[in-house]
T-cell receptor, first 114, second 114 residues
Framework: EAQVTQNPRYLITVTGKKLTVTCSQN?????MSWYRQDPGLGLRQIYY???????DKGDVPEGYKVSRKEKRNFPLILESPSPNQTSLYFC?????????????FGPGTRLTVT | GNSVTQMEGPVTLSEEAFLTINCTYT??????LFWYVQYPGEGLQLLLK?????DKGSNKGFEATYRKETTSFHLEKGSVQVSDSAVYFC?????????????FGKGTHLIIQP
């Protein structure tokens, strides 16, 4: 089954404790991205990747890192989480960027930073 | 920059009522327009899209027409069902490929009562 998977689905952590949210897709997609969803703000892009070893900042990259060492994986790294990073995070992928190719979204990771 | 404005809700309707969710956008040139749906506890799914002016996207009884003159992409359905209860997001990708991903509205929470 074609899908985007994220782990963990739920995470409660404390300020400053490094964490990684994994994202994996099995569709051989070149384009992957991370969004955060906050009430009243909708979804905002954090980082995106056009292909292996090619990443770029989205609208809200501060406090986040990403890597793309393999085509299928695109982990989101919070080196020193803070309470303002409490949010619902979505990973997405598409064959290529742009309007022609549908973006597939993962089920989301709900992160709470205390 | 690009932006999307949509009514936030919640919008509460009775089953079989007519639905309209308004969406307007600001973008340079002619973007591609999308409606995504998020069911409780799930990621986003593409509902429909339109890539040029006067195009009509349709799926599962939902429709939206790309109106360049009013920069709008309103979502409509003639007779809603309880199963349509979800959060609906209007989104766009700018012309030129959209490597930086989708720009989303804040989302509209739709509640359908039996």
């Amino acid at each position: 089954e074609a899908q985007v998977t994220q782990n963990p689905r739920y995470l409660i952590t404390v300020t400053g404790k490094k964490l990684t949210v994994t994202c994996s897709q099995n569709m051989n997609h070149e384009y992957m991205s991370w969004y955060r969803q906050d009430p009243g703000l909708g979804l905002r892009q954090i980082y995106y990747s056009m292909n292996v070893e090619v990443t770029d900042k989205g609208d809200v990259p501060e406090g986040y890192k990403v890597s793309r060492k393999e085509k299928r994986n695109f982990p989101l790294i919070l080196e020193s989480p803070s309470p303002n990073q409490t949010s619902l995070y979505f990973c997405a992928s598409s064959l290529l960027p742009g309007e022609t190719y549908e973006q597939y979204f993962g089920p989301g990771t709900r992160l709470t930073v205390t | 920059g690009n932006s999307v404005t949509q009514m936030e809700g919640p919008v509460t309707l009775s089953e079989e009522a007519f639905l309209t969710i308004n969406c307007t956008y600001t973008a340079t040139g002619y973007p591609s327009l999308f409606w995504y749906v998020q069911y409780p506890g799930e990621g986003l799914q593409l509902l429909l899209k339109a890539t040029k002016a006067d195009d009509k996207g349709s799926n599962k009884g939902f429709e939206a027409t790309y109106r360049k003159e009013t920069t709008s992409f309103h979502l409509e359905k003639g007779s809603v069902q309880v199963s349509d209860s979800a959060v609906y997001f209007c989104a766009l990708i700018g012309p030129g490929g959209g490597a930086d991903g989708l720009t989303f509205g804040k989302g509209t929470h739709l509640i359908i009562q039996p």
